[in-house]
């Protein structure tokens, strides 16, 4: 299975069979990942279709309705530190892009 995903990594070197997103494992509040979560990760999309030139993320496993683990994702645009409500949209990454 390939994720496209630049915080995934798999490792197969010499019988090993490793799975891991690194965006999840760098945050100790994290409830464990799972690759099932990758199907429902904002991330990917985030990533691909975001404004913000130096996007930093965070992202946790929380779980929704006591039944459902789901990826929560925290933004930051580093280039002006500010938090962004919308990972897709960075304020001050759009005026410098206009025109």
């Known amino acids: 299975m390939s994720i496209p995903c ?3 990594h798999e490792d197969y070197h010499r019988g090993r069979e ?3 997103c690194r965006l999840i494992k760098r945050n100790p509040q994290s409830r464990p990942w799972k690759p099932g979560l990758c199907k429902t990760c904002p ?10 030139q130096e996007i930093a993320l965070e992202a946790t496993v ?4 006591g ?3 789901r990826v929560e994702v925290y933004a930051v645009c580093a280039r002006h530190m500010i938090e962004l409500e919308d990972p897709l949209y960075c304020p001050q990454c759009a005026l410098e892009q206009s025109p």
């Open 62 to 65: 929380v779980r929704k309705w």
């Open 18 to 20: 490793t799975k891991e």
């Open 43 to 52: 991330v990917p999309h985030i990533l691909l279709h975001t404004n913000c």
């Open 6 to 8: 630049r915080y995934y």
């Open 67 to 69: 039944l459902v683990d």
